[in-house]
């Protein structure tokens, strides 16, 4: 009953997977891939090198290798955080009893439903300098026009603002859920015990939601870590060293000029790496912090 299953893993993750490691230890580019073109067939000239691919870039050698990895660690954490927080606190008012809360739920789900590139690119319409919607409200108040997608720190505010507004829904399901799962008795006991609002978020709600805030951080993380079209997207063509993430600039080295399959696949292996080591340590963390309760 697995076998198709595993045949269709092999297919689609794990020859993928197999190829990129084996290409990165190459010189592989679209100048020495070869291959048939109609009647033509130009044999491949490329070579292994082992793991100089490797060294070439967290030697620092190939240049902005360390700055594009700063910049996807600060554009993971601010977002995860926004995420989660935000989505814990519209959670938390969605878990009260108020009038029409089913529409609520309704209207804060509806950005996870939108598909990303539809909401990449509304965004990008709102950001325009000419005519958007963000300068139009600034222009109405007297203000100057922002070059939201042409200065690099506004860029990087707002494709956070974008992924943010997309990440959010699906943070706040997952809490509200963990939250309805939460047992009325344990805030009912630790109020009549005296506790204040803050001691039974603190005491009661924070630690009933560990089990959800656990994975849901993990995977927000993993997401955000890879999250390919806000950035190219939104950014477009402006996008520049200062703003491109890993998985974005991975993609330019395999797409974008001369296509240097080597050193993109090389950044694919880094990325997955770094993320099985975070995804290892973080689980092995909370185990800890289990045992130590």
């Avoid at 067939?41 to 490797?54: E, M, Q």
């Avoid at 993993?222 to 390919?228: A, G, L, P, R, S």
């Amino acid at each position: 009953m697995v076998v198709p299953v595993v045949i269709v893993l092999g297919v689609l993750v794990g020859y993928p997977l197999v190829r990129g490691v084996y290409l990165s230890l190459t010189d592989a580019t679209e100048a020495n891939m070869g291959g048939t073109y109609g009647v033509n067939h130009i044999p491949a000239t490329y070579k292994f090198l082992g793991l100089d691919n490797y060294w070439n870039i967290l030697s620092g050698e190939e240049g902005m290798f360390y700055p594009r990895l700063l910049w996807t660690l600060v554009w993971t954490a601010s977002c995860v955080f926004f995420h989660y927080t935000i989505g814990l606190g519209l959670a938390l008012l969605l878990n009260r009893d108020l009038r029409f809360r089913g529409l609520y739920r309704i209207l804060l789900i509806l950005p996870w439903a939108v598909p990303p590139f539809v909401a990449a690119f509304s965004w990008r319409l709102m950001y325009n300098s000419e005519g958007g919607l963000f300068n139009t409200l600034l222009a109405s108040v007297g203000m100057e026009p922002v070059s939201w997608l042409g200065d690099p720190l506004m860029q990087k505010v707002s494709v956070v603002a974008v992924n943010v507004w997309l990440g959010v829904p699906f943070m706040m399901v997952a809490l509200l859920g963990g939250l309805q799962s939460i047992p009325r008795e344990l805030h009912e006991a630790a109020e009549m015990d005296g506790a204040t609002a803050w001691q039974r978020f603190r005491h009661v709600t924070l630690p009933g939601l560990r089990p959800v805030s656990s994975t849901v951080i993990l995977l927000g993380t993993i997401w955000t870590f890879n999250m390919f079209p806000i950035i190219y997207l939104v950014i477009g063509q402006n996008a520049g060293d200062d703003t491109d993430i890993l998985a974005t600039y991975a993609f330019d080295l395999a797409f974008s000029s001369v296509r240097d399959y080597a050193q993109s696949a090389t950044y694919g292996v880094i990325i997955l790496s770094m993320l099985l080591v975070f995804a290892v340590f973080y689980r092995r963390l909370l185990i800890r912090q289990e045992d130590a309760r």
